[in-house]
């Protein structure tokens, strides 16, 4: 059965830190995996990650794949309150499907 | 400004009416999905369609229904056959289903049925 799991579920840090979130994922005929970041509404997509070891970078937000190990982290640096959001990692398999973890959500405190 | 269009926002219904969801998208998008959002589950595919005319079943498919009449219109049919209908659905699109298109998605609906 295809599994993904999001650790921490929840988080709280201040502004300024640094924080990392985890996914591991088990699933079958695996693609790709991609990141989206859920504020309020409609999910946005942050980073696809095809390749191990080849990190994706976009401003203070950067992810990593290791595909033998099967799981991905995403890294945000000096963080500000307008990064809380809930954060998905979603492993795409050769069905094209993404198959969406529980998220975790992230609240940044001033 | 190209984008998803779900509608409406939130919607009311009494339990063992058919509603239906409205999702259009002008990203000339090939394939389109809908999901459904419950608290604590991570987000569940219903159906999805790759081409006009055509759709499949997703994981989660028993009680809804959808057409795909054109390419830019995909609504979602929630019928009274949902034992559990109350949740938060999403509409995505990509420019085709393969692996290096992602999804957008619109806004979602917020069905409450009583």
């Known amino acids: 059965e295809d599994k993904v799991v999001q650790s921490p579920l929840s988080l709280v840090v201040h502004e300024g830190d640094t924080v990392t979130l985890n996914c591991s994922y088990e699933?079958?005929?695996?693609?790709?995996l991609l990141w989206y970041k859920q504020e309020k509404k409609a999910p946005t997509f942050l980073f696809m990650l095809?390749?191990?070891?080849i990190e994706k970078k976009s401003g203070r937000l950067s992810s990593i794949l290791d595909k033998k190990e099967l799981f991905s982290i995403l890294n945000i640096t000096a963080t500000q309150t307008g990064d809380s959001a809930i954060y998905l990692c979603a492993p795409q398999t050769g069905a094209n499907n993404l198959f969406f973890g529980t998220g975790t959500r992230l609240t940044v405190i001033p | 400004d190209g984008g998803i269009t779900q509608s409406p926002k939130y919607l009311f219904r009494k339990e063992g009416q058919n509603v239906t969801l409205s999702c259009e998208q002008n990203?000339?998008?090939?394939?389109m999905y809908w999901y459904r959002q419950d608290p604590g589950q991570g987000l569940r595919l219903i159906y999805y369609?790759?081409?006009?005319?055509?759709?499949q079943k997703g994981d989660i498919a028993e009680g809804y229904s959808v057409s795909r009449e054109k390419k830019e219109s995909f609504p979602l049919t929630v019928t009274s056959a949902q034992k559990n209908p109350t949740a938060f659905y999403l509409c995505?699109?990509?420019?085709?289903?393969?692996?290096?298109?992602?999804?957008?998605f619109g806004n979602g609906t917020r069905l409450t049925v009583t």
């Open positions: 095809t390749s191990s070891g």
């Open positions: 699933v079958t005929n695996f693609r790709s």
């Open positions: 990203l000339n998008h090939d394939a």
């Open positions: 369609s790759q081409i006009v005319n055509d759709f």
């Open positions: 995505a699109s990509s420019t085709r289903m393969t692996a290096n298109s992602p999804l957008h």
